[in-house]
């Protein structure tokens, strides 16, 4: 068993409720471990207002080679506490802090999130496709606009709905209202993007016979209305960190 140890912030979705997000981050880290004996601890924020208090904590603690988060919603807090502990080093996942202190990994979304709009389209039958997301920012509106384009790459004349909720982790229940509220407006494909909300978006596909595109490993929950998953091996920059 190494003696270093790394400690992780995660977004506010938890763990083992279903969620994709942060068990990807999991699995990079325990792979980490499993291969070169590099301890973790983690903490688990209720909301974005938590990320800072998390981290600066973690910081003041000494104990770890590197404090890592993952969220959009730590960028404000990621910022202040690394400009406050300039020894100490942090990765950020989808969260940005441009301080020298910071390794900042962002997955790209062009490619994968331009294939799911472009199978959508040519899914969809009313000739209507959406997207729904957790919160709004810069990088969820590169997801949209390559959805877009793949959607109008397929069928120029589709008409693409999309929403951002206005928290980062919906409930179950937010994302099949969110979801019954596009497929009524006819809509019958929508790409899942709302982490443990995901599971209310296949709720509404399959009460109304439509299609959901799952995330990372979500068809098995019901291959019938999930034709296939959207994959973003967000684990692998976790290990490689």
Known sequence: MSDLRVA???????????????EMGL??????????????????????????????ELAQSGKYALVAVMSFGASTGLNKVAAEFPA???AAFDARADKPNVANYASEPKGVSFLAGAAAAW?????KVGTLFGTEGAGYWQWVASYMAGARHVRPEVEVLYEFLPVYSPTSEQ?????AKQYDAGVDVIMAHLDLGD???FAAARQRGKYALGFNGERSLDPDHIPFDV???????VYDA
Not at 123 to 127: F, M
């Open 199 to 201: 599971r209310g978006i």
């Open 27 to 56: 699995k990079g880290l325990k792979q980490a471990e499993a291969e070169f004996g590099v301890g973790f601890d983690y903490r688990l924020p209720d909301g974005d207002a938590d990320f800072e208090p998390h981290l600066r």
């Open 88 to 90: 100490q080093k942090f």
């Open 175 to 179: 994302g099949e209202a969110a979801a």
């Open 123 to 127: 899914l969809s039958r009313t000739g």
């Open 8 to 22: 992780m912030v995660f977004g506010s979705g938890g763990l083992g409720a279903g969620g994709y997000y942060n």
């Open 231 to 237: 994959t973003r091996h967000l684990e692998v920059s």
